[in-house]
């Protein structure tokens, strides 16, 4: 055996303990044996190590004739204790296996002591091992469940949470800087991002969440972020963004890395209660086959380098082997819901990368995430949309979307933007206001993807046979497994997930009909 193994040895013969410790010298079995010689000193040690195997003789003048099973049995019942024996016979053979015994040696054939341990053993470990399994199985069903959960409530969330998200907007649009209404607008809009991000860590973590990748250069995508970031940590805490020079792109979904550095940003803050300092660095490396040791999965080539680095209280080793635990927090009851490592994880798998922790109790934690770096060109830059005019329209569109709140939001923001907006609240209303527009011809249909009576995949399909070269959006608040399943998820087909902001749906539908 690679690992001593450490054995309890109740005897009180001395000449007998020799000759049991001898055995087992002869049978190649390495082990740390601690030998005790009556009842008080064998409890005090059961109390204070940590052992693999108990031996134990069968008649101690000091001790009943079964004390020791008891005794094991009471605080540790899967601990393997073969009992040593002078004679036996058949009732004492029944007895001592029905009191826990796992197995019983004659003392004068001391040979049969190293097969019954290996036997032992190896039943300890086959236990463990089922034990794993059967967590590792209720584990599955209980994501599993996670999952239908986050699948069920996802669409009626989102829909929620677009309509506040969106009149959000708009009133923080018309507001003033000085208004002092536009503090609660703000507050509104920070809960509905924070109630966004739950919902898709949720679905992150289940794997049911839209991925949506594309070429972009994580420098901008960490600087848009920078405002956000900001109003996530303390005014105690110091925000340091350091983007590396000539970093190059990488390919991953923009909103997952902007999941990625929010979970971080949480995780320090609360990790920095009397204030510090949180530095988010990029930098370029590339690696040989020596170099990937350090990062579990990952193989030789040229990557970008995301470490984000607090001052906080660190973890300890305990602590730091469960971080990308599912449900695992060690923050109390309400303050956390031990889904935010274990969706990171999650997300630099999906993205092809991997991630790595350093940290120590006193002096702070670093995570670095290494993501593979792709010669493509950029996709459209990924940027605040607030931070530039809206794009505006003239065109006919059919808006499609049963849920009544998510359709009004929907119309005032395209007809915002100087659209001709026709409404319908299903696949067939939508059909019929098609059928009897009169007037420019429709450029646009954005429909949901599920609706009651004529679903929007149906609609489409009906409406593309009297105008094959009308252009469509499909957006949804359901689950990718969900979309997939009512074949909207293709590739020649423009998706927009809710919740959608009205900068997000207004662009999309320039880049739609301008394509």
Known sequence: MSIPLRVLHFEENTADARRINATLEAGDIACVTTWVQNRGDFKAQLGRGCFDLVLSDYSLPSSDRQSAIA???????????????????EQFAVESLRSGATDYILKDQPLRLVPALRRAMQEVADRTERRLLKAQCIEAQKMEGLGQ?????????NNILGVTMGYSDILLAKLSTADSLRNYAE????????????????????????????VMDLNVVMRDLEQMLERLIHENVILTLSPGTHTGNILADPGYIGQVLMNMAVNARDAMPDGGSLTIATTRVTFDEHSTHGYPGSLPGDYILLSVSDTGTGMSEEVKARIFEAFFTTKPLGKGTGLGLATCKNIMDQSGGCMSVTSELGKGTTFQMLFPCVEQPLDLAVRAAASRPLPRGTETLLLVEDDPAMRQFAVEVLQTQGYNVLSAVNGKDGLNKARTHQGPPIQLVVTDVIMPLIGGRLMVECLKMSYPEIKVLFTSGYTEDTIVSHGVLETDMDFLPKPHTQASLALKVREIIDA
Do not use: C
């Open 149 to 157: 959960l986050a699948s069920g409530i996802a669409h009626d969330f």
């Open 71 to 89: 005794i094991v049995r009471e605080n540790w019942p899967d601990l393997p204790v073969i009992l040593v024996t002078d004679t036996v016979g």
């Open 187 to 214: 507050e509104i809009r920070r809960a509905s991002e924070r109630g966004a991000g739950l919902t898709m860590q949720l679905l992150t973590y289940s794997r049911k969440q839209t991925v949506k990748p594309v």
